[in-house]
């Protein structure tokens, strides 16, 4: 896969355990960091793809790592912990955590976190990218509808004559229909409608 990674605990083993079961898994150069605060310097300064990191730390927890990091860039995290707790998990969730993997962990169970994380985190781009052609379209179906508005005040059409209207200079000027619509806007705005 060669993903940057970073692994983040206060026990040099499980550092080691983790760093071991990233290459070979192919997760490409893997950082390390002791605490939280190293964390987040090498973060800020590297941006790896996957972080897994501990959540009792000295200095600087995982949570509040976690949280600072994501206000950066987003990075699957992966949360580790000795001690399982419903309440560390809802605030693992709200720091930006993909995933909680509780110690002493399996390589099959760990790194099957890791792949739901990126998986989610694909989907939810995905979405964000949908979300974001659906605010663009509802923004160019508005300025349409303005100028639509303006044909039909100022050159007394119904809906469907002035969208021909607006069609047809579109398709004669070779633009856009809302590169149409904003000119007849711009039009009307500085008086030639």
Not at 108 to 128: D, N
Not at 176 to 186: N, R
């Amino acid at each position: 896969m060669g993903v940057p990674a970073m692994v983040v605990d206060d026990e040099p083993i499980i550092r080691l355990d983790v760093k071991e079961i990233l290459l070979k898994a192919d997760y490409g150069g893997v950082l390390e960091a002791r605490n939280g605060d190293e964390a987040l310097r090498l973060a800020y300064e590297h941006r790896p793809e996957l972080v897994i990191m501990d959540v009792h730390m000295p200095k600087l927890n995982g949570l509040q790592a976690s949280r600072q990091i994501r206000k950066w860039y987003d990075p699957v995290i992966i949360l580790l912990t000795a001690h399982y707790r419903k309440e560390w998990c809802v605030s693992a969730r709200e720091a930006g955590a993909s995933g909680y993997v509780t110690k002493p962990f399996t390589e099959g169970g760990l790194l099957m976190s890791v792949e739901i994380g990126f998986e989610q985190r694909r989907k939810l781009r995905e979405l964000e990218g949908d979300v974001a052609r659906l605010k663009g379209k509802m923004e160019e179906r508005k300025i349409i509808d303005r100028a639509k508005g303006i044909l039909m005040s100022r050159c007394r059409l119904d809906e469907a004559e002035a969208y021909a209207r607006l069609r047809g200079r579109s398709m004669y000027e070779r633009t856009s229909l809302v590169k149409t619509a904003e000119a007849v806007i711009m039009d009307f705005e500085n008086g030639i409608v």
